[in-house]
């Protein structure tokens, strides 16, 4: 395809080029109503059907991504989207210009690739960045290219629309920023502050709120609502402990006390065990990794380590308790007794007055019920017309 018609494809030509039918294109929009809302999807009505008429007109967005200190684990969950698969994701909703760890080109081709991505889309592109950039020594702990990476992240943010942090590296520096930090390691917002950036922390974070992210500002043209903390709202507005499945053993008080331990083994809540799920925002517990319901911490009997926290994750010892600043049992629940007061003389009157009505009642009904009893077996000796 001529590079002129790949710059004006939009996501509707894109797919229909993929031998995608509308229905398909419905049915995709409907899995991202449910796994990767948008603040499209919260200011219109919320139907596959809206959705796919915004999302047809945008053009694909150009994403460059760059890798720094990290375990590619945020690319790997990227990789392990099913609705819609990894393809139809880079292909067809997005164009995945540069990619390290998807691309072929290596070595000079690949510094090639980038610096042709950056250069044709310059101020349009949507960069992401997975690891947080060592600054310590003038960031020569790591080196791309024969350059800092901390140059890297500098020329290339400097040129692009709008900046993602994907991952908790890369947010505000994750695993490698744990004491003492030898690297100096920190994530983007610290380094480029003339951006939009928006960080999307998890270790790894859900791919469905990336590809939520990019879709809107695609769309719409601008980021999502964010927190204090730069995170999209849409994906960071609750603590995993106000739906946790285990919540109703820790209102109701039952906590496993070891790894293995029968409340363990059935399914008791896990804050004795050092769980961070009461002071982290994230949306595990009911936006599923993958399509997959148990694979995040707590679904495997692991505690919640905090990852979406910049004070808790890797900074608070997994075993240290966390302050639960929500109600905590047994606040929750009523008192089981209470005060009894007297019987007085007016009261027991009114209980008899009751008891004699209902007891009227009751003898009147049954006066009626034998009558028509009676009736009915007069009649049934009648026979048939009469005689």
Known sequence: MAKDAIEKETIAQSL???????RDFIQLCSTLVAT???????TEKTTPAAMAKSIAKAKKPSVVWLHFQDCTGCSETLLRTTKPDVADLIINLISLDYHETLMVACGQQAEDALNSAVSENAGKFVLVVEGSIPTKDQGHYMMLGGKPALQVLKEVGSKAAAIIAMGSCSSWGGVPSADPNPTGATGVDSIITDKPIINLPGCPPNPYTLLGVVLEFAVMGKLPAVDELKRPKFAYDRLI???CPRRAHFDAGRFAENYGSAGHREGYCLFKLGCKGPVTHAGCSTRH??????????????PC????????????PLFTRVDVHTATPPDTYAPISGSMGKFGAAAAGLVGLAAGAIGGATWAASQRLASSEETIAEEAKTPVGGK
């Open 305 to 316: 380590f905090g990852c979406t926290e910049k004070s808790v994750g890797f900074r608070v």
């Open 289 to 302: 990794f993958n399509e997959v319901v148990d694979a995040w911490p707590i679904g495997l009997g692991a």
């Open 16 to 22: 229909k080029n993929a031998g995608y039918s509308r």
């Open 36 to 42: 990767a809302p948008m603040g499209l999807a919260l």
């Open 241 to 243: 402990h106000d739906h």
